[in-house]
């Protein structure tokens, strides 16, 4: 019903900056709060950021606060995340995912969920 294509990922240097983007298909993406995710070999998946049907609410894990930005175009019906700083415990399969619910920051919270894209930060 909902598709979710994440891109942008790839190898960066510890320090670097990526900037991850997820376009979604259908007309009603504005109805959707929208969070990315990530899954580190071995782990869970766990929350990393967060952002409100409007944009004007905004969640962070703390490891990544003041380093990660998510925001969204819902014109575009794109949801992104700006990543500086990268360190290597940032390496680590990204998703993005959508959600009808007010708790967007519990990954058992999401309708659906993108494929997923890579990054891995080198040091």
């Known amino acids: 019903q909902v598709q979710l294509v994440e891109s942008g990922g790839g190898l960066v240097q510890a320090g670097g900056s990526l900037r991850l983007s997820c376009a979604a298909s259908?007309?009603?993406?504005?109805?959707?709060?929208m969070g990315w995710f990530r899954q580190a070999p071995g782990k869970e998946r766990e929350f990393v950021a967060a952002?409100?049907?409007?944009?004007?609410?905004?969640y962070y894990v703390d490891s990544v606060k003041g380093r990660f930005t998510i925001s969204r175009d819902n014109a575009k019906n794109t949801v992104n995340l700006q990543m500086n700083s990268l360190k290597p415990e940032d390496t680590a399969v990204y998703y993005c995912?959508?959600?009808?619910?007010?708790?967007?920051?519990?990954?058992?919270?999401?309708?659906?969920w993108g494929q997923g894209t890579q990054i891995t930060v080198s040091s």
């Open positions: 952002i409100s049907r409007s944009g004007g609410s905004t």
């Open positions: 995912g959508a959600t009808t619910t007010i708790l967007i920051t519990n990954k058992n919270s999401y309708d659906y």
């Open positions: 259908g007309r009603t993406f504005s109805r959707y709060a």
